[in-house]
């Protein structure tokens, strides 16, 4: 459990911050800069999720996402192990497989209802899903960080893979939801020429 009695510890006014090993990097690194982007990915699926019935189904997915994002924040943060590598072990947060594949099963559920994609479509429709659509982009950028930062040290491939299943997720959800108020708003190639 973390436990934080104050916020500011003055550490960081160097320009670099701690991973959890206790090793610093400064904060400008490609690591920093992909975990920054799960930062805001989360805080954007907070914000869709405001528009949403906080009983709702939709609304508990993204609950289980946001706490599965502070964890990949962690899998990230933390560098292998000596001898788990990046595999789960009690010092060590790490995603794990059936983390995607629950993401998998609820991304087939819900494309399920769908009908198939005869266009792309426009980022919009109803408030949830327009904030859904921006949560998606930026969880696009935190994969590509990460990638990046996975070119200078070695990442948990399950991490990235989470992160690319998760803009999926998104994006099959925001069709979701404006499937019930009337469907995707489409993209028309060329309509205003």
């Known amino acids: 459990m973390v436990k934080l009695n104050k916020i500011y510890t003055r550490t960081g006014d160097d320009g670099t911050t701690g991973l959890v090993d ?3 990097i400064a904060k400008s690194a490609p690591l920093m800069a992909a975990i920054g982007d799960v930062d805001e990915a989360n805080s954007a699926i907070g914000i869709a999720a405001a528009a949403l019935d906080g009983a709702s189904d939709e609304a ?3 609950s289980r996402i946001q706490n599965e994002l502070f964890d990949l924040g962690a899998d990230l ?3 292998p ?8 072990h009690e010092m060590a947060l790490r995603i794990v497989p059936s983390q995607i594949a629950r993401l998998e099963d609820e991304i087939d559920g819900m494309n399920d209802g769908l009908d198939a994609l005869k266009s792309f479509i426009l980022p919009g429709g109803t408030e949830a899903a327009a904030r859904l659509h921006l949560a998606r982009a930026v969880t696009r950028r ?5 990638v990046a930062a996975n070119g200078e040290r070695d990442l948990n491939p399950l991490a990235l893979t989470y992160l690319n299943r998760l803009s999926d997720h998104l994006f099959v959800l925001t069709r979701h939801l ?9 993209w028309k190639p060329g309509a205003t020429r």
């Open 60 to 62: 508990a997915m993204l």
């Open 81 to 88: 192990d000596i001898q788990f590598g990046f595999g789960p």
């Open 178 to 186: 404006n499937a019930a108020a009337g469907g995707d708003i489409l």
């Open 22 to 24: 206790g090793s610093r």
């Open 77 to 79: 943060a933390t560098p």
């Open 142 to 146: 935190a994969e590509r960080a990460a």
